[in-house]
């Protein structure tokens, strides 16, 4: 294999799977070594991998048999880029098959996390389509009768209530960074001081959004505003950060 003739991402892949044969692993491997971008590529994959391997396992459905179609097919087929005739055989085998179709779903989630996939939605059978057009259906029929609702003549006090209540109910129940919440005023800005040993402050209130910072026991700030039990606060230096409620104590305010 010499240097211009680079093995497909296929191939590769099953190197790095230790799925070729002695031979086919050493040739690759020789390649590798003296082609930069081929070792590159590999040592992305693997970086990726390793930060996606927890979930891999997870997202198996059950076990495939011997007549299910290999991963080239069922990924190609999840990138819609298969022929018309070689797609109707898969889909009429993914309607039977609940292991393929956790895996075509896990493969091209996989693929994109490599970021490998193209842009071509993937061409999902009913069987796995039906529950999610069924969900947004319900969804929109939900949101065009609230429409025809609120638009009908409504009194002045009834039409206050409404909004109110439309109000209420967004901000109950939309979900932020994946939490419900419910939201606090706070009326003037009040000191307070960490009295936790380390806190870890975000980028917004979840525990999913990016940490911005590492608070020790005694940093001052000024409390903003709160969300659930999370506080907004802006330290001496300007910077605004949201941390657990819990780990701050009010200090006492100054008499006028």
Not at 72 to 82: D, F, K, M, R
Not at 88 to 98: K, P, V
Request: with cysteine; proline share 6%.
């Amino acid at each position: 294999m010499s240097r211009t003739e680079c093995p497909p991402a296929s191939t590769l892949s099953a190197w790095l799977d230790d799925e070729l044969s002695r031979s086919e692993a050493q040739a690759v491997r020789s390649h590798a070594e003296e082609c930069p971008a081929c070792r590159e590529q590999t040592a992305s994959w693997l970086q990726a991998l390793r930060s996606l391997a927890p979930h891999l396992s997870a997202d198996r459905v059950r076990e495939r048999g011997a007549d299910c179609p290999d991963d080239e097919t069922l990924v190609t087929y999840g990138e819609a880029a298969l022929g018309a005739v070689e797609a109707a055989r898969i889909e009429q085998h993914l309607g039977d098959c609940a292991g393929c179709v956790g895996e075509v779903q896990r493969l091209v989630r996989l693929r994109v996390g490599l970021g490998q996939a193209t842009a071509a939605p993937m061409a999902a059978p009913p069987v796995v389509t039906a529950p999610v057009r069924s969900r947004v259906a319900d969804v929109r029929a939900w949101f065009e009768a609230s429409v025809r609702a609120l638009s009908r003549p409504w009194p002045a006090v009834g039409a206050i209530a409404a909004s109110a209540a439309v109000v209420i109910l967004v901000v109950r129940f939309v979900p932020f960074g994946g939490d419900e919440i419910q939201f606090r005023g706070v009326s003037g800005l009040t000191k307070v001081e960490v009295i936790a040993d380390e806190v870890i402050a975000r980028a917004r209130p979840s525990e999913n959004e990016p940490v911005v910072a590492t608070l020790g026991r005694g940093t001052m700030a000024t409390r903003v505003e709160e969300i659930g039990d999370w506080t907004r606060i802006e330290l001496a230096d300007g910077r605004r950060m949201w941390v657990r409620a819990a780990a701050l104590s009010r200090l006492p305010q100054a008499v006028p």
